[in-house]
Nanobody, 120 residues
Framework: QVQLVESGGGLVQPGGSLRLSCAASGSFFRIAAMGWFRQAPGKQRELVAIITSGGSTNYADSVKDRFTISRDSAKNLVNLQMNSLKPEDTAVYYC??????????????WGQGTQVTVSS
């Protein structure tokens, strides 16, 4: 069974930093893109950042130049370094990965979510 487990959320003051990590475990062939989404109360889930297996990245405009996504493919890990955090970054952050169980069969998996609260 494939699982994504996040860690690193918490409470931080405006201007502070947090680092989120997500580890994929279980039996699978390979992982394609990995990314982070977030959902604030009363809002739809939105893409924060994504990184392909080749290392290409894409960010939401609201987090560009503040957040950095990275991955360690050997360890099936994806990280999100969040700097200069703002109250509007408060949300539940979800890890997502496109995982191939075989050469041609793949689907999207989600982590359980980790709360990030930016408040003084």
């Amino acid at each position: 069974q494939v699982q994504l487990v996040e860690s690193g959320g918490g409470l931080v003051q405006p201007g502070g930093s947090l680092r989120l990590s997500c580890a994929a475990s279980g039996s699978f062939f390979r992982i394609a893109a990995m990314g982070w989404f977030r959902q604030a109360p009363g809002k739809q889930r939105e893409l924060v950042a994504i990184i392909t297996s080749g290392g290409s990245t894409n960010y939401a405009d609201s987090v560009k130049d503040r957040f950095t996504i990275s991955r360690d493919s050997a360890k099936n890990l994806v990280n999100l370094q969040m700097n200069s955090l703002k109250p509007e970054d408060t949300a539940v952050y979800y890890c997502n990965a496109d995982i191939f169980r075989s050469v041609s069969v793949h689907r999207s998996y989600w982590g359980q979510g980790t709360q990030v609260t930016v408040s003084s």
